[in-house]
Nanobody
Framework: VQLQASGGGLVQAGGSLRLSCAAS????????TGWYRQAPGKQRELLAH???????NYADSVKGRFTISRDNAENMVYLQMNSLTPEDTAVYYC????????WGQGTLVTVSS
């Protein structure tokens, strides 16, 4: 399986972005998918996770602002991000449990104050 993350960009504080994670080579819903981010000088952190059965979990830092979803027909996983703050500035990655664990390339999100 290969993952392609997209949708990052520059947004003002309070704005929204939707990140997309496109899977190829396998059916993304056959595994669990997570969205992570890594800010400069910080460790990569798990933000949101969706299981094979569709159960979702969120880090406290994004709960109520971010929503992970999956479109099985499109073989995509999304991360809707609302009420963004400068502290959300980071490179965002998607990860699938398929194939022993696969990372997509990062997509940069920059939130200006």
């Amino acid at each position: 399986v290969q993952l392609q993350a997209s949708g990052g960009g520059l947004v003002q504080a309070g704005g929204s972005l939707r990140l997309s994670c496109a899977a190829s080579g396998s059916t993304i819903s056959n595994g669990a998918t997570g969205w992570y981010r890594q800010a400069p000088g910080k460790q990569r952190e798990l933000l949101a996770h969706i299981t094979r059965s569709g159960v979702t979990n969120y880090a406290d830092s994004v709960k109520g602002r971010f929503t992970i979803s999956r479109d099985n027909a499109e073989n995509m996983v999304y991360l809707q991000m609302n009420s963004l703050t400068p502290e959300d500035t980071a490179v965002y990655y998607c990860h699938s449990s398929l194939g022993g664990g696969v990372w997509g390339q990062g997509t940069l999100v920059t939130v200006s104050s």
